[in-house]
Structure formats: C-alpha cells, structure tokens
Nanobody, 112 residues
Framework: QVQLVESGGGLVQPGGSLRLSCAASGFTFSRYAMSWHRQAPGKEREWVATITTSGDFTNYRLSVQGRFTISRDNAKQTAYLQMNSLKPEDTAVYYC?????WGQGTQVTVSS
C-alpha cells in the first residue's frame, strides 16, 4: 500500500537548520509532483513548497523563500526539505503530500 513516512524533525534553536525527509513506497514516486505542508498549533494546514516530477521546478510560500529548499531523489523514492535560518514561526508539524496521500507528519520546534 501507499506509504509516506516523514523524518528529520526535532527541536532547534532560532537560526538553526534541519533537513526533513519523506520516504515513499507503494507507488512510482517519480510520476508525481510532491509538496510539503505544515500545521502550527491552532492554525490551519498551509502549503510550504512544491517540486515537479523531475525536480526541475520548485515553488515556495513567500515566508520560506530563500531559507527552505525542496528536493527529491527519484531513485531513492525520497523527497527532502532543507530548512535553514529557522524562526520560531516555523514551528509546526510538517507533512509531505503526493497525489491524495499524506504522511503522518514530523514535528519541528524552533525555540531557544
């Protein structure tokens, strides 16, 4: 069956970095664009970034542009979200999303 498993979250100080991974299985990963989303406590889930099937094109929400980088390795069926210069407002559960499928999420907490 289709599975999306996020990892790499954790507690980091402001200005720090984390790299999230999304491991996909049960389908042909390279056939789908994928995106990262996040949901902060008490807020709606919001889109963060998208990458096309080949990885040639990416798009980011304005608040993360220049700090986050989305990428993918189709051979490994894995997508990544490199997050640099993290801010407290980046604190959220981060989800990967492909087609109609969502992962379980990974918690990112930015705090001193």
């Amino acid at each position: 069956q289709v599975q999306l498993v996020e990892s790499g979250g954790g507690l980091v100080q402001p200005g720090g970095s984390l790299r999230l991974s999304c491991a996909a299985s049960g389908f042909t990963f390279s056939r789908y664009a994928m995106s990262w989303h996040r949901q902060a406590p008490g807020k709606e889930r919001e889109w963060v970034a998208t990458i096309t099937t080949s990885g040639d094109f990416t798009n980011y929400r304005l608040s993360v542009q220049g700090r986050f980088t989305i990428s993918r390795d189709n051979a490994k069926q894995t997508a990544y979200l490199q997050m640099n210069s993290l801010k407290p407002e980046d604190t959220a559960v981060y989800y990967c999303h492909i087609d109609t499928y969502w992962g379980q999420g990974t918690q990112v907490t930015v705090s001193s």
